[in-house]
């Protein structure tokens, strides 16, 4: 079992940064993909960004790319998502995943394990 756990959410003005974090624990696998989604009041959650424990390759959705930068510290077991010059629109809960087989789908069935989410909420 795989245990993931976020820290970072809060309350920001529009233009300001987070810096979000998923602390993985349990079983974990050196070819897994570690992603961030989120989910905004009355929509449906979205895929955000996500990279591999295993090469570090990167992949994030159009409306992030150039602010959010996805990251990971092996020796930590944790993932990190930058996320600067944030937005309204970009208010949501944002949660941590684990794909275990090393999926580099932006489907949220993809991912196996889920964190209990984080809050950002950006002010205009």
């Known amino acids: 079992q795989v245990q993931l756990v976020e820290s970072g959410g809060g309350l920001v003005q529009a233009g300001g940064s987070l810096r979000l974090s998923c602390a993985a624990s349990?079983?974990?696998?050196?070819?897994?993909?570690m992603g961030w989604f989120r989910q905004a009041p009355g929509k449906e959650r979205e895929f955000v960004a996500s990279?591999?424990?295993?090469?570090?390759?990167?992949l994030a959705t159009d409306s992030v790319n150039g602010r959010f930068t996805i990251s990971r510290d092996n020796a930590k077991n944790t993932v990190y998502l930058q996320m600067n010059s944030l937005k309204p629109e970009d208010t949501a809960v944002y949660y941590c995943a684990a794909s275990s087989s090393g999926s580099t789908s932006t489907q949220i069935y993809a991912y196996d394990y889920w964190g209990q989410g984080t809050q950002v909420t950006v002010s205009s």
């Open positions: 990279i591999r424990w295993s090469g570090g390759s990167t």
């Open positions: 349990g079983r974990t696998f050196s070819s897994a993909t």
